[in-house]
């Protein structure tokens, strides 16, 4: 199959090119959005930033097909539910993964529900679930009541849920950690990640282990997330009721992957940190106008995260403080901006008004240099 893609010109996707550690069989059909292969980007600036030689470098899973992490674990998830005969695939949401499993679900020419909570998801992601053809259920409640809805929906024949509750999901997403070994020859010393449900962070752990296994690395990363302050129960070590967070995406009082996520963090040595709404929207705002890179709020926590961590030299627990001089740390951006133009259209994203004359244009222009 890979090779017949490649043949005709196609791009592959996760499920090809890391096909001997996945759980999949000649028998599955591969439902894929040629996923995956998402660029590194080095950040002088941050590199600069963080001194000692470090080096920052910027995985941009918002490059993914549906903008967001969320497609390599549903490749995996949808091939299996194809392969299982499921005829409905139901999830629930803070709006990425609702976009990829109604994506994928197309793709697959299986029916896709999705439960978001009320009002809160970004637009964007709403017009995702909707163009790609799911069936689009808002709940009157938080995302972890959405979960639990699709829990007591899981004895119904028929449906699989491709909430990270489904292992496949998992199984797909650790290809991240196999792409920047893969990039970089080695792992890196820091792994610095947003945490919502927690599920990217086993999952990353999980691949960064399995290559190590197989000599692919010589050594393994701390994992360093960071949870939205008003959003925060691994932080705080209690489910949060009423998680509140303009970083919708990670909106969870009680994260899926909590305890798998937890064990990664202690083995690995690294840590779950908390982050503020300001600190995030400062981090999206400098990632846009000094790297040049729009990601959603969300995405932006782990690079606000090493920001604060770098700042905060009392911090002795922190991970940022442990790694060795000319450290390499990769911070991974999981969303596209464009999900959520809302966040930064507000009172200062205001266009110029301008006559349609030239001289009248220079002189604005002069003005606000
Ligand atoms: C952009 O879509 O939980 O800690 O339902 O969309 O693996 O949950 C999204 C989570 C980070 C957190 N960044 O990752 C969902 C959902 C973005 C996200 C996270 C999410 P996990």
Avoid at 327 to 353: E, F, Q, Y
Wanted: hydrophobic share 40%; aromatic share 6%.
């Amino acid at each position: 199959m890979k090779e017949s893609l490649e043949a005709h010109g196609a791009s592959i996707g996760v499920i090809e090119r890391y096909r001997e550690h996945l759980p999949v069989t000649e028998a599955t059909p591969v439902v894929s959005l040629s996923e995956g292969s998402t660029p590194l980007i080095y950040s002088p600036r941050l590199s600069a930033m963080m001194g000692r030689g470090c080096r920052v470098y910027l995985k941009y899973e918002g490059l993914n097909p549906t903008g967001s992490f969320k497609d390599r674990g549903m490749t995996v998830a949808l091939s299996k539910a194809a392969e299982s005969g499921a005829r409905l695939v139901i999830c629930a949401s803070t709006g990425n993964t609702s976009a990829a499993a109604a994506a994928y679900a197309a793709r697959a020419g299986i029916q896709c529900a999705v439960f978001l909570p009320s009002g809160k998801i970004a637009m964007g992601k709403l017009a995702q679930a909707f163009v790609y053809g799911a069936v689009v259920i808002a709940i009157e409640g938080n995302f972890d009541q959405c979960l639990k809805l699709v829990r007591e929906m899981a004895t119904e024949p028929g449906i699989s849920i491709v909430n990270s509750i489904n292992p496949y999901r998992l199984e797909g997403q650790k290809t991240a950690a196999f792409e920047i070994i893969d990039a970089l020859g080695d792992a890196p010393h820091l792994q610095v990640l947003p945490v919502g449900n927690a599920g990217n962070t086993t999952a990353y752990w999980r691949g960064y282990l399995e290559y190590h296994r197989l000599h692919r690395a010589t050594r393994l990363p701390r994992m360093l997330g960071f949870e939205a302050a008003g959003a925060a129960p691994i932080y705080y070590e209690r489910v949060i009721e009423h998680p509140e967070t303009a970083a919708s995406a990670i909106r969870i009082g009680n994260p899926a992957s909590w305890n798998m996520a937890t064990a990664a963090i202690q083995e690995s040595g690294g840590a779950i940190e908390i982050i503020t709404d300001e600190e995030i929207f400062a981090a999206q705002s400098w990632l846009a106008s000094q790297e040049g890179l729009f990601v959603e709020p969300a995405s932006a926590a782990s690079v606000a995260g090493l920001f604060k961590c770098r700042s905060q030299t009392a911090c002795a627990d922190c991970p940022v403080q442990k790694i060795p001089d000319e450290a390499i740390i990769v911070c991974t951006l999981t969303g596209h901006g464009l999900k959520d133009t809302a966040s930064v259209l507000n009172d200062r994203a205001k266009p110029v008004p301008a006559p349609a004359d030239k001289s009248a244009i220079l002189s604005i222009l002069e003005k606000t240099r």
